[in-house]
């Protein structure tokens, strides 16, 4: 009889009465929940969810998802009740959600990346319009910095901070060790030395000096974030320091010049003797913007404290915009919300970018037990190791030892020197497009993280080969004469060749767009570029890496799902339209500045951490020939940037070769990741050949997913004109400029 009844109550769920699609995002914004959130506890992909809140094309859940979602509803519905119509009505909003409450307007600068990736990878990573991985936190509402009434104990919310999170949500997350987050801005306010945390939690801070603060950090705090991998470390805490609470502890609000030339304070500083008598240690680098404060660990134990010092510069600018100047409560949540979805800063965003490939891949993992039943550190697989490899000599950039035996003032070519760069190409407008009333810029989002996703990178030492045979799935770079490329008659499809405007076209084959003179190195997704357009290639020599894998794919999967979850909470979701799409990035940093700042810093993570990858050096009394201080680390490795660089430019210029084979429509500039064309209209809808929703197969998409494009800015033709006529440039690259059209400088190699 169980079993009938079973069935019956099955029978009823599955028609469980569910709500109008607006109501049912309505509900769920209500509470603070993202789509991931929901996903993830119905174990349904993102897009499922946002299927059933569709109001176009709504989708019904069915089975026990239906049971549960509908259950979900009911207990918002009973939280959130739904407004009377004598309310006033909500102020227009974007045609998606966003959870940030509106702060005054800030005006972070992001940086310009690159572009995506080949064709298998960029359709999965173009249709897979959410994450299948873990969700990734919800972004607290922006606080006020909450008004001091009584003095809160050390495990307590101040009164009057705002929630941050939903209800229940701890603010570190399910580690008991971290249940106050992963960082706090400590404060000075009345006298009282205050730690701002993540989710409007406020600690006092008994310590008086900064030994003391390290270790009330260390063992009252509740600081840090679990470890991104099983064979991982955990997150050191990390303090944030006003300029209130460095004046409280001995230090100086700004450095000088001469300390900042240095980075550090002086070793005779009064702090870091007081550290020394308390038998803290810094790292090399010192007490400076981002100091490392630490004791030798003792077995599994860490006792290590990071402090950043935004009046010292910490917060690069260009990457945190006006960050360093919030007030503590604001700049908690902006750091938390990185810290979260990223990882818990490390330094600059660059220095970030690269711990993060590590703390995904860490060089060495526990065995398994042997006879005694002891454990020893091994090589963990798909990590780059613990050792520096040398890189190939073609690979090596100018004054590496590889090439101290070059003659002096030797300038290498391309047969001698791998050269895979980002695009700055321009051509002048032909006549007909001269006709036209504007010119569109259009930008590829997240493009050299997109790029190098699904992307197989070397992970050991170069082997050298002379005349092999070109395969396609070996990283490595290959000696090969390209110029018999012809842009004209290329291959777009399968037994499907197209008939172009070569001089039209940038090569695909060098950043500035001009066709090889002869045998040049390459990356491997550039030569296998050329086979894809139809044309044979065999390499003279190459270096290549038979020990390889996906290794940054970990490391994209995180900054992707903290970009798209970033940019949802600002009111531009993975599955709008094309129109709604451009109606929701129309002013979308204002919605919530403190976000901005965050998706601001994300993709400076991306882009700074691959440049981490070949850094060069940075004064040291540094000279050509000699090793600098990067080259010791395994993360050192000029082969995996530039295979990265030429999978983003090769993924460009395909959607450009298909738009025009499609279109007839050519590109006029082209930047790194941004691509200007001349149109009648102001819109990418203007040039962007959708049919009924649906973008052309293999080309341009308007979207938020990495990959897809967003527009950048629109001028007018004849401002293009005047501008290359003020400067007696007619190949200027307008596509430096398209976004405000404003033209201070112009760059002499142009």
Not at 499 to 520: H, Q, V, Y
Request: hydrophobic share 40%; proline share 10%; glycine share 8%.
């Amino acid at each position: 009889m169980s079993e009938l009844f079973d069935a019956v109550d099955a029978l009823v769920a599955s028609r469980s009465p569910l709500p109008p699609a607006e109501e049912r995002k309505r509900l769920r914004v209500a509470h603070g929940l993202t789509l991931d959130e929901v996903a993830a506890a119905l174990k349904v992909r993102r897009a499922t969810v946002s299927g059933w809140e569709s109001a176009k094309k709504t989708t019904e859940p069915r089975g026990p998802e239906r049971e549960a979602y509908a259950r979900l509803l009911e207990k918002l519905a009973e939280l959130y009740p739904a407004p009377s119509v004598t309310e006033a009505p909500a102020a227009p909003s974007a045609p998606a959600t966003f959870t940030g409450t509106p702060t005054a307007p800030a005006d972070p600068r992001t940086p310009s990346t690159g572009q995506a990736s080949e064709a298998a990878a960029t359709a999965s990573t173009e249709n897979a319009q959410t994450p299948a991985t873990a969700p990734v936190a919800t972004a607290p509402a922006a606080a006020p910095r909450p008004a001091r009434t009584t003095r809160p104990s050390s495990t307590s919310r101040r009164p009057g901070a705002k929630q941050a999170a939903p209800v229940g949500t701890p603010a570190g997350g399910a580690d008991s060790r971290f249940e106050n987050g992963p960082l706090a801005v400590v404060d000075v306010e009345d006298g009282q030395v205050l730690a701002y945390c993540t989710g409007g939690l406020v600690l006092d801070v008994p310590a008086k000096s900064i030994p003391a603060l390290v270790e009330w950090t260390l063992k009252e705090a509740k600081l840090g974030q679990p470890k991104l991998s099983g064979p991982g470390k955990d997150a050191d805490p990390l303090l944030v320091l006003t300029e209130a609470a460095l004046e409280r502890y001995g230090l100086p609000a700004t450095l000088t010049e001469e300390e900042k030339l240095a980075g550090r304070l002086p070793e005779g500083h009064k702090v870091i003797k007081q550290l020394a008598r308390a038998e803290w240690k810094l790292t090399k680098r010192g007490f400076g913007p981002w100091a490392r404060i630490y004791r030798p660990a003792t077995g599994s134990g860490r006792s290590c404290v990071q402090l950043c010092i935004p009046s010292w510069h910490a917060l690069d600018t260009r990457h945190w915009g006006e960050a360093g100047q919030l007030p503590p409560a604001e700049l908690a949540r902006v750091m938390g919300v990185y810290a979260s979805r990223v990882m818990t800063p490390r330094g600059s965003t660059a220095v970030t970018g690269l711990e993060l490939m590590t703390a995904l891949h860490p060089a060495t993992r526990a065995s398994e037990p042997d006879a005694d039943g002891e454990r020893h550190s091994e090589h963990n697989p798909g990590s780059l190791g613990k050792d520096p490899v040398d890189c190939a000599p073609c690979e090596a950039p100018d004054g590496h030892p590889l090439l101290k035996d070059l003659p002096r003032f030797h300038v290498r070519g391309p047969a001698e020197k791998l050269f895979e760069e980002a695009y700055d190409w321009a051509r002048p407008m032909t006549d007909a497009e001269c006709m036209l009333r504007h010119l569109v810029g259009i930008d590829v989002n997240m493009a050299f993280a997109a790029g190098a996703n699904g992307l197989v990178v070397g992970l050991g030492a170069p082997t050298h080969v002379k005349a092999p045979v070109f395969d396609p799935k070996l990283p490595g770079s290959w000696l090969v004469d390209l110029s018999h490329v012809d842009l004209s008659r290329v291959k777009v499809g399968k037994d499907k060749w197209a008939d172009l405007d070569a001089g039209l076209l940038p090569s695909p084959f060098t950043p500035k767009g001009e066709r090889p003179a002869g045998p040049a190195w390459y990356a491997t997704p550039t030569v296998a570029y050329a086979v894809e357009l139809g044309y044979e290639v065999r390499p003279i020599e190459a270096w290549v890496r038979h020990e390889n894998g996906r290794y940054l794919d970990g490391w994209y999967n995180r900054l992707r799902d903290a970009y798209l979850a970033t940019m949802a909470d600002l009111g531009v979701d993975a599955d709008l339209a094309p129109e709604d799409f451009l109606a929701a990035m129309d002013g979308y940093k204002e919605r919530d500045p403190e976000l901005a700042i965050v998706v601001s810093a994300i993709k400076a993570t991306v882009k700074g951490g691959l440049g981490k990858l070949r850094e060069r050096p940075r004064g040291e009394g540094w000279r050509p020939g000699r090793p600098w201080r990067a080259l010791a680390r395994p993360t050192w490795r000029p082969d995996i940037r530039a295979a990265v660089i030429s999978r983003t430019r090769i993924n460009l210029h395909r959607k450009i070769v298909k738009h025009a084979a499609f279109t007839g429509r050519y590109p006029v500039a082209i930047l790194s990741d941004c691509v200007v064309y001349a149109a009648d209209g102001t819109s990418p809808l203007d040039f962007l050949p959708y049919r009924d929703g649906k973008p052309l197969p293999g080309g341009f998409k308007l979207g938020i997913n990495p990959g897809l494009v967003k527009h950048e800015g629109t001028q007018t033709v004849l401002w293009g004109e005047g501008v290359r006529e003020r400067f007696n440039a007619p190949e200027l690259n307008l596509a430096r400029y398209i976004k405000d059209g404003t033209v201070t400088d112009i760059d002499n190699g142009e």
